[in-house]
Nanobody
Framework: QVQLVGSGGGLVQPGGSLRLSCAAS????????MGWYRQAPGKSREWVTS???????NYADSVKGRFTISRDNAKNTVYLQMNTLKPEDSAVYYC???????????????WGQGTQVTVSS
């Protein structure tokens, strides 16, 4: 079994910053890509950003230049630094990781439980 536990959400004023963390634990042989998605009320879940095992990153246009994803492979943890936050960034943020639980097994995607980010004055 693999668990992803996210943390770091909260209420912040427009223009402010937050840092999210997500730690993977359990039967982990290796982790390929890790990423963040978000879902606002009444909307579909959308991809925000992702990072490969060797550190290559990609961002949705809506967050490019404001959000930074990073990871600590030794801790199986992914981070999301969010700066210059806007009200439209308000959503539940979910972390995702592509995990292999054995050397010969397939890679499977796992999700964190979600953490609320609210940007409001």
């Amino acid at each position: 079994q693999v668990q992803l536990v996210g943390s770091g959400g909260g209420l912040v004023q427009p223009g402010g910053s937050l840092r999210l963390s997500c730690a993977a634990s359990g039967s982990i042989f290796s982790i390929r890509d890790m990423g963040w998605y978000r879902q606002a009320p009444g909307k579909s879940r959308e991809w925000v950003t992702s990072i490969t095992a060797d550190g290559n990153t990609n961002y949705a246009d809506s967050v490019k230049g404001r959000f930074t994803i990073s990871r600590d492979n030794a801790k199986n943890t992914v981070y999301l630094q969010m700066n210059t936050l806007k009200p439209e960034d308000s959503a539940v943020y979910y972390c995702n990781a592509d995990v292999r639980t054995s050397a010969w097994g397939p890679t499977r995607g796992y999700w964190g439980q979600g953490t609320q980010v609210t940007v409001s004055s």
